[in-house]
């Protein structure tokens, strides 16, 4: 990361300033970066939201977040004394012109202070509804009118459907040129997430197999162990394919199957990702099973045995609830890269275990020239691509087991983050937020490709409003999700289980 002096004075707005994702995430990744030495040396603060409050009580706060949630640990009482000066509050009501005159104001006072112009981010850390309303009163108040030197950040979900999608869209559009607009996905802030563009483009051993002569078919899982803990109002209205799929999942999708970029330029980078969406197969409205499963969890296990409460008796979720916790996809690429070669997808709550995971599968090759005796173990090569909770690549191949007879052994070569790198990983907001004050828009979602991805996925939208489920809840916590998602497999696939870059991949396994 750069140096606080080679970035720009910044003035840095978050509306939600007293809520959670204030406490938990931007607070604690702004602070590290400013540990780091990679925050402007001119920085600025400012938390707006609704409720009377204090900047000292917020910044008692937020101290508390820091504590808990930064990755140098509890803050250190000279570096919290150097920070916090730089946050202030601002009581304000979002939809009211006063609240974003009294913050025109401010950001004005700020830039006469250090006799410089400041750059302005705006970042909308609200409910949902509000991203739609914030920017047009930031564009009434002038807010947005400097192309160069204003910002604004948008959480997901970016719509609930395509139409509300557009909506929103167009609404950030008539106060915001594309550039000033950055659609956040923290999942993209991940070190793992960012590596598969170098372990394919940097490296000339993979690229040139990285196609359907040599693949056979792609996993990719996202799976949570927790269930949907104090987000039940929400979750209920958004669901799996809402809140996973149709970001987190679409970018890992984009990542594995884009094509070359010629540069790194982020609007290159992006347009490759949009050609991936827009060579998925349709889905159409009344093919929606075959290609597709949706479940939801009921009582069962949670990771250490203890009993955990079905979905439909969680807080804030309707007792008949016909909100999906987990979805499963098989998707196909139509062109010469990937053309027949499966990409299955599966993401859900109160799964057995945390993993996010790609699974390349190899075909196996097309002469067995080994005794039948000699490979009873045999095992196509497999290659994952860890993202979390463990960072690293794991590469399954086979290999002679030692002694006279010719004997075949699955065996695996290994690169894990925390064993190679001495520096820590950055939190995923850390590298975000540092993007945005630099203005480098690579990891954020343009508006084409988020209005892709709704097309895509709107048939099972549609379908799934229209015709509730009768089996909910079908899998107990602690499973892998319904029995059903077998059925996407094409014959001789299977959905394997996460790997422990501990452990091993040698022998076959298949999750139930």
């Keep these: 990361m750069k140096s606080a002096d080679q970035l720009e004075p910044t003035v840095f707005v978050i509306f939600g300033g007293a809520g959670d994702l204030t406490w938990r995430k931007l607070i604690p990744a702004l602070f590290d970066l400013a540990q780091d030495r990679s925050l402007p040396a001119q920085f600025a603060i400012i938390a707006v939201d609704r409720i009377k409050l204090g900047d000292d009580a917020l910044r008692r706060r937020l101290h508390e977040g820091i504590n808990r949630f930064s990755r140098f640990g509890k803050a250190k009482a000279a570096a919290w ?30 830039e006469r202070q250090w006799g410089t112009k400041a750059h302005r ?12 309303e914030i920017p047009k009163y930031l564009g009434r108040a002038g807010l947005a009118r400097d192309r160069k030197w204003a910002r604004i950040v948008i959480e997901k979900p970016i719509g609930y459907d395509l139409e509300t999608a557009l909506a929103l869209n167009a609404t ?27 372990f394919r483009f940097a490296n000339p051993l993979f690229e040139p197999v990285w196609n359907r002569r040599y693949i056979d078919y792609v996993t990719i899982t ?97 007792p008949n609830s016909p909100t999906e916790t987990f979805v499963a996809l098989r998707l196909f690429l139509d062109n010469w890269r990937w053309q027949d070669v499966p990409f299955y997808l599966r993401t859900g709550k109160r799964l057995r275990r945390q993993a996010s995971e790609v699974s390349i599968q190899f075909r196996a090759v097309p002469h067995q020239s080994f005794p039948p005796e000699a490979s009873l173990a045999w095992q196509p090569s497999r290659l994952v691509l860890s993202i979390q ?88 916590a602690g499973g892998w999700g319904p029995e059903c998602v077998q059925e996407l497999l094409a014959p001789g696939h299977r959905w394997p289980l996460p790997t422990e870059l501990t452990g091993s991949i040698a022998k076959p396994r298949i999750s139930r």
């Design 389 to 476: 909770p463990e960072e690293g690549i794991v590469l399954g191949f086979q290999a002679k087991y030692p002694g006279p007879k010719v004997r075949l052994r699955p065996v695996d070569m290994r690169f894990s983050y925390r064993g190679s790198f001495d520096a820590p990983s950055p939190d995923a907001y850390e590298t975000l937020l540092w993007d945005v004050m630099k203005g480098d828009a690579t990891l954020f979602m343009r508006a084409d490709q988020v209005e892709a991805a709704w097309r895509l996925l709107m048939p099972l939208v549609d379908a799934w409003g229209d015709i509730p489920p009768v089996d909910f809840p079908n899998y107990p």
């Design 222 to 318: 996202v799976a949570e162990a927790e269930g949907v803990g104090h987000r039940g109002g929400y979750y209920d209205h958004a669901g799996a394919l809402r809140d996973m799929v149709q970001n987190h999942m679409m970018q890992l999708l984009c990542l594995v199957a884009m094509e070359p970029m010629v540069s790194f330029d982020a609007d290159e980078i992006r347009n490759k990702k949009v050609d991936v969406l827009h060579a998925v197969r349709p889905i159409l409205p009344n093919a929606v099973p075959p290609c597709a499963v949706r479940g939801q969890y009921g009582p069962g296990e949670d990771t250490g045995g203890g009993k955990v409460r079905g979905y439909r008796e969680e807080e804030n979720v309707a």
């Design 121 to 132: 981010i705006f970042y909308m850390a609200t409910p949902p509804s509000l991203f739609g």
């Design 172 to 198: 950030l559009a008539a106060s915001f040129e594309e550039s000033q607009i950055f659609r956040i996905d923290h999942y993209l802030g991940k070190e793992t997430v960012q590596n598969i563009l170098a």
């Design 81 to 110: 004394n150097r920070f916090a000066p730089h946050i202030r509050y601002q009581q304000g009501d979002f939809q009211k012109p006063s609240t974003y005159a009294a913050l025109g104001a401010q950001c004005a006072s700020q």
